[in-house]
Each structure stands twice: as structure tokens, then as C-alpha cells.
């Protein structure tokens, strides 16, 4: 089956846009979850969606990003008034309810801000 | 201290011979575990995953968890070049749900 789909793949803006970065996750998962990965870093958690309860978003590093999650499928993560330390791989994963399932990544968006 | 550490490597051995990367927690309550692997410029991959204290097998890797000693490794036998990329370990915490990923090890494997 498809799995975890991330749109753009790239983008680029410039300092102070708002960006949109989408994922649409394996069909039948209620878990989401963002991450962000800067140049030769680890992972960095960002928000957990899991079906409809209140998301986890103790990983926002400010009040210029947010997530939402409608219909419990596609996510969107905007990035308002972006500063080049946003620049980063900006990646999706999704998984199916409870403590022992795996994470399955999508491919990325990069995100580039000049 | 991080919740999940790993060296930063990089790790080097040669074609054939065993690596073995290390992981440790913090959070004792821990349920889950898995090992993926990132190839340069790629999105990370699930090797194996471990929810039980010992070894786990899945051909030529073996994962081994130790929740006393809040410990986790991964054995690659038979290294190949193949192999050489970032291998990140993650713990899936007490409550359930949120997964903390460590900084990854890097592997080079020498033909």
C-alpha cells in the first residue's frame, strides 16, 4: 500500500512568508507525528496527533508554528513569519494506536528559507 | 542528561566484522524500542523494533534490550558497505505514545 506521502518535497522562501508543509499518512493510522531534522542533527519532535484527542505540542519551539489535523488524516504544519533558523527537513510519520507500533516516515520536506 | 543517547561516531569496521551501537535512556518506564536506519539526504527506515528484555534476531541483525540497565544495542554482523549510514535509536516513553530519538551513530563500514 502508499505510504506516508509529504508535500512540497522543497521549499523555498524567504525570510518572514508563511509556509505550509502537508502529510498525508498510511491510510488506516491515527498516529501522526512531525519532526524536524536540521543539517547533521537528530530528530527533533514537534506535535503528536492521536485520533481525536487534544494534540501533544510540547515540542513547538515557538508560537510561530502550528499543526492541524482535520478529518483525523492529512496534516498540515504552517510556519508563520519564518526565520532562516527554521531552515531544516521537516518529516512526517505515522503509526497505528499503542505503545509497541513502529513509526513509518515520509520522504521529507525540505525547507529552505534565504 | 538526554533522555536518549547514542555516540555520535562516526563508527568504523571493516566489510565482515560485527558493529555494535549502543543506546541508553532515561525514562525507566519505557515500553518500546526500535532501531531505524538514514541514509544520507533520505527519511529514517524501521530496522527492528524490541519490546522485551534479551535478543532479537532478524537476520543480520540483533537487537538486545536490557530495561534494568535502561540499555539498548544493535549487532550487524557480516557488515557491508551497504550498511555505512546514521543509525538512530528511539524509545517510545511511559506514557505510551510520544517517541524521544537519540542524536544517531554514524557507521562506516570499509570494503
Known amino acids: 500500500g502508499a505510504g506516508v506521502s509529504q508535500s512540497p518535497s522543497n521549499k523555498v522562501t524567504e525570510k518572514g512568508k508563511d509556509v505550509e508543509l502537508r502529510c498525508d499518512p498510511i491510510?488506516?493510522?491515527?498516529?501522526l507525528y512531525w519532526y524536524r531534522q536540521s543539517l547533521g542533527q537528530g530528530l527533533e519532535f514537534l506535535i503528536y496527533?492521536?485520533?481525536?484527542?487534544?494534540?501533544?505540542k510540547s515540542g513547538l519551539p515557538s508560537d510561530r508554528f502550528s499543526a492541524e489535523r482535520t478529518g483525523g488524516s492529512v496534516s498540515t504544519l504552517t510556519i508563520q513569519r519564518t526565520q532562516q533558523e527554521d531552515s531544516a527537513v521537516y518529516l512526517c510519520?505515522?503509526?497505528?494506536?499503542?505503545?509497541?507500533?513502529?513509526?513509518?516516515f515520509g520522504p521529507g520536506t525540505r525547507l529552505t528559507v534565504l | 542528561q538526554k533522555e536518549v543517547e547514542q555516540n555520535s561516531g562516526p563508527l568504523s569496521v571493516p566489510e565482515g566484522a560485527i558493529a555494535s551501537l549502543n543506546c541508553t535512556y532515561s525514562d525507566r518506564g519505557s515500553q518500546s524500542f526500535f532501531w531505524y536506519r538514514q541514509y544520507s539526504g533520505k527519511s529514517p527506515e524501521l530496522i527492528m523494533s524490541?519490546?522485551?528484555?534479551g535478543d532479537k534476531e532478524d537476520g543480520r541483525f540483533t537487537a538486545q534490550l536490557n530495561k534494568a540497565s535502561q540499555y539498548v544495542s544493535l549487532l550487524i554482523r557480516d557488515s557491508q558497505p551497504s550498511d555505512s549510514a546514521t543509525y538512530l535509536c528511539?524509545?517510545?516513553?511511559?506514557?505510551?505514545?510520544?517517541?524521544?530519538f537519540g542524536a544517531g551513530t554514524r557507521l562506516f563500514v570499509k570494503a
Open positions: 528511539a524509545v517510545k516513553g511511559s506514557g505510551g505514545f510520544k517517541t524521544i
Open positions: 496527533f492521536q485520533g481525536n484527542s487534544a494534540p501533544d
Open positions: 491510510s488506516g493510522h491515527t498516529a
Open positions: 524490541i519490546y522485551s528484555n
Open positions: 510519520a505515522s503509526s497505528l494506536q499503542g505503545p509497541y507500533n513502529e513509526q513509518f
